[in-house]
């Protein structure tokens, strides 16, 4: 059974940069793709971005001038980079497998999350 | 850009009455293909439904799914205690690539 956790400091000062880790066991991470998703406080999810392909990505428009994606595959690691944040970067923020059926896409494994807030 | 509504916003429901919640993209997704999640307070989202109406692995027959276009239902029969959460409705393949609603709160 595939097993996602997320790790990185858990308070980020605004301006600087919000660097995640995704360690990935029971599979390879090269047999799937993988996304980011957050939730502000008391707020609904909101998609990132998505990693496929071997080395493709796909961000939120929302967010990709300020967001990267990268895959570690001899650390079996997802990474996650966000940009100059503000403090509407504070959220909980969950790695997830990508699952496909019909031709379409959902997320099929989260890992628990990680909080991150911004502030000075 | 694709958003979907959710309806309604909260749900409160005895043990054993049947709850329906709805989404609503804005605009018609053009397949049946719509994912559903639940989330209990402090723990990551679950996936209940993929598809037209596929539960994931691990779910009770109690949970269901229909629609198409621009109308999607997750039905959840005989309504039990621990089915209290936030529901979340998800759609692939529009601009963004994948997006979420804004939760149907089930409180039982």
Known sequence: ?120 | EIVLTQSPGTLSLSPGERATLSCRPSHNLMSNYMAWYQQKPGQAPRLLIFGPSTRATGIPDRFSASGSGTDFTLTISRLEPEDSAVYYCQQYGNTPLFSFGPGTTVEI
Request: hydrophobic share 30%; charged share 15%.
């Open chain 1, 1 to 120: 059974q595939v097993q996602l956790q997320e790790s990185g400091p858990g308070l980020v000062k605004p301006s600087e940069t919000l660097s995640l880790t995704c360690s990935v066991s029971g599979d390879s991470i090269n047999n799937y793709h993988w996304s980011w998703i957050r939730q502000p406080p008391g707020k609904e999810l909101e998609w990132i971005g998505y990693f496929y392909d071997s080395g493709s990505t796909t961000y939120n428009p929302s967010l990709q001038s300020r967001v990267i994606m990268s895959l570690d595959t001899s650390e079996n690691q997802i990474s996650l980079k966000v940009k100059s944040v503000v403090a509407a970067d504070t959220a909980v923020y969950y790695c997830a497998r990508v699952g496909y059926s019909y031709g379409r896409a959902h997320f099929d494994h989260w890992g628990q999350g990680i909080l991150v807030t911004v502030s000075s």
